[in-house]
């Protein structure tokens, strides 16, 4: 049994607002350790419900955040930007690396809804995401990408409205909420030592989950992203496909998830090259 996590830092243990989660800060360095203990309880309880391999990917900002040295010896951690799929790059391979199951730790609300540190791959520009008229979190995408070559969402860890948000995309799965939402900026936070348990049980459980199945061909899908200024939806139609639909929206569509995700990634690139620094 091979599983991939995709870590996300916003909804990790005792992350509550930008500077812990925005690489160089001091917040940011105090928090990586209860990242890294949220990860590596799943890894932990992975390896304890028999699987044999456990792939993690960075999938937060610079994607270089995990620290290594602390993760059991057993795993392998890929880390570093500019991946095919970003967020689930190695979900994709067949063979010796083919995986079996994907967990998504450290996850978040999307754009636009209730949640702690909540968005979709851009921090502030992007105020709403659209799948097929579904407003759609990263584990919403994420989810349909996996999908598409067989892969299961087996748990899904992060502040209780994530966990909510999961129940649409991955009814089955495990949740598992470090904290409780207050407010965008504010949480009730559980301890490390509290939330390393309640994740090292819930992956543990969730391991015979981890069963391919026959890739789930969902498409067409039509994506549709809400910016929060007027140049940003005129600045990313230079992608190919991308057309304007309001003012400050532009909507795509593509024939699969695969295809969805390069794109949507390609747009997000676009549009944070975009952003000047005072007035976005």
Avoid at 105 to 110: F, I, S
Avoid at 145 to 163: I, K, M, Q
Avoid at 169 to 184: I, N, T
């Amino acid at each position: 049994m091979r599983i991939l996590i995709s870590a996300d830092m916003e909804g990790a243990t005792g992350v509550t607002w930008p500077a812990d989660v925005l690489p160089g800060t001091a917040q940011w360095e105090r928090c990586r350790s209860m990242f890294t203990s949220d990860v590596n309880a799943a890894v932990l309880g992975f390896f304890d419900g028999g699987a044999d391999e456990v792939l993690i990917n960075e999938a937060h900002w610079t994607m270089r955040n995990l620290l290594l040295e602390r993760l059991d010896e057993r795993v392998q951690m890929l880390t570093g930007r500019h991946k095919a799929l970003s967020m689930v790059e190695g979900v994709q391979h067949g063979g010796d690396r083919a995986v079996d199951g994907v967990a998504f730790v450290g996850y978040h609300a999307g754009a636009g809804m209730e949640g702690v540190l909540a968005h979709t791959y851009l921090a502030n520009q992007i105020t709403g995401v659209w799948l097929n008229g579904v407003r759609a979190s990263e584990g919403l995408l994420n989810a349909h990408v996996v999908a598409e070559f067989g892969v299961p969402v087996v748990l899904v860890t992060g502040d209780d409205l994530a966990c909510e948000d999961a129940l649409g995309y991955a009814p089955g799965a495990l949740k598992v909420a470090v904290k409780d939402h207050v407010s965008r900026y504010a949480a009730v936070c559980r301890t490390p030592a509290r939330t390393a348990a309640d994740i090292r049980a819930a992956a543990r459980e969730a391991a015979p989950l981890a069963v391919r199945h026959e890739p789930v061909a969902g498409g067409p899908f039509t994506v549709e992203v809400e910016f929060d200024a007027e140049h940003l939806s005129a600045a990313v139609t230079v992608v190919p496909g991308v057309r304007r639909v309001a003012e400050r929206k532009v909507a795509y569509t593509s024939g699969t998830m695969y295809e969805g995700i390069r794109t949507f990634k390609a747009v997000t690139t676009v549009a944070s090259a975009a952003v000047e620094e005072q007035y976005g």
